[in-house]
C-alpha cells in the first residue's frame, strides 16, 4: 500500500472518531464506541517475526488504546472497540469487539485466499490471539475497571461475508467506511460503484476536517467549494 493510501486512511480514521464524538455531545449521549487507529497494532509490531520483535513498549500500549480528545468518557464502559489493521502487502481488515454480547466481527474487504477455503477462521487465529494478549495488557494499565480484561479469543467469532471486496489498494478506505457503517451489529452501506467512486469519497472527507490546516493554501473557489460542502454536513 502506499503512503498516501496509508496517510489518508489514518486521517479518515480520525476523522470517523472526531465526527462521531461530535455527534455524541450534540444529542448528549453515551460514547459507547471506541475507536483505535493503527497505533495499537503497529505497536504491537505483529508483521515481525517474535525472534526480531522490539520490546513491547507498555506506556506506548496503553496511550494508544486511551480515550480520544474532545470530550471525557471511559473507554472500558464503551460497548464497542473497533481496531484497524494492517498487514503484510498493505491489506487493511477491521476487528469489531463487543462486550455485551461477547463477539468479534472480522471484516475483511480483501479477496478471499484459497489456502483458507475449507477453513476461513484459521486466517485469523494469530490475528485475534495478538489482539487478546496486547488488549488485556493495554486496558490494564490504562482502565482500572476490569471490564475489557477477558479473552476476547474465547468470544464467538463471526467472519462477515456480505461486504464489498476489492483489491489490497482499496482495503484501507473500505475499511475506514465501515467504521462508520457499522450500526446495530450489521453493516448499513450504500451499494459501491467502482474505485474511483471509493477515493472521491475519501477525498471529500479529508478536505471537510475541520482542522484541515492546508485550507487556507487553496485557491478560493476551492475553499468555496469545501465551505459549501460543510454547511451541507451540518
Known amino acids: 500500500m502506499s503512503p498516501w493510501t496509508m496517510n489518508v486512511s489514518i486521517c479518515s480514521y480520525e476523522k470517523n472518531m472526531s465526527d462521531y464524538i461530535q455527534q455524541m455531545k450534540k444529542i448528549k449521549g453515551p460514547i459507547s464506541k471506541h475507536f483505535l487507529d493503527l497505533q495499537f497494532w503497529m505497536i504491537i509490531d505483529f ?3 517474535p525472534n526480531f520483535r522490539k520490546e513491547l513498549d507498555m506506556e506506548k500500549l496503553k496511550e494508544s488504546i486511551h480515550k480520544w480528545p474532545g470530550i471525557e468518557y471511559n473507554v472500558s464502559r464503551c460497548k464497542s472497540i473497533f481496531i484497524p489493521i494492517t498487514q503484510l502487502g498493505g491489506a487493511f481488515i477491521l476487528i469489531i469487539l463487543n462486550q455485551e454480547t461477547k463477539t468479534v466481527y472480522i471484516l475483511d474487504p480483501n479477496p478471499p485466499n484459497p489456502i483458507y477455503k475449507y477453513n476461513p477462521n484459521a486466517k485469523y487465529v494469530k490475528i485475534l490471539q495478538c489482539i487478546s494478549e496486547n488488549l488485556q495488557k493495554a486496558m490494564a494499565k490504562a482502565c482500572p475497571e476490569p471490564k475489557w480484561k477477558e479473552d476476547i479469543f474465547l468470544w464467538r467469532q463471526i467472519i462477515l461475508t456480505d461486504i464489498p471486496i476489492y483489491n489490497r489498494e482499496l482495503s484501507g478506505y473500505l475499511v475506514s467506511m465501515f467504521m462508520t457503517a457499522w450500526k446495530n451489529e450489521a453493516l448499513e452501506i450504500t451499494e459501491i460503484k467502482d474505485a474511483y467512486s471509493i477515493r472521491k469519497h475519501f477525498l471529500g472527507q479529508l ?5 484541515n490546516e492546508c485550507e487556507d493554501n487553496l ?16
Do not use: A, F, M, S
Not at 478536505?207 to 482542522?211: K, S
Not at 478560493?220 to 454547511?231: A, F, H
Open 219 to 234: 485557491p478560493t473557489g476551492v475553499q468555496d467549494l469545501i465551505r459549501c460542502i460543510k454547511y451541507t454536513q451540518i
Open 207 to 211: 478536505l471537510t476536517i475541520n482542522e
Open 47 to 49: 508483521g515481525r517475526h
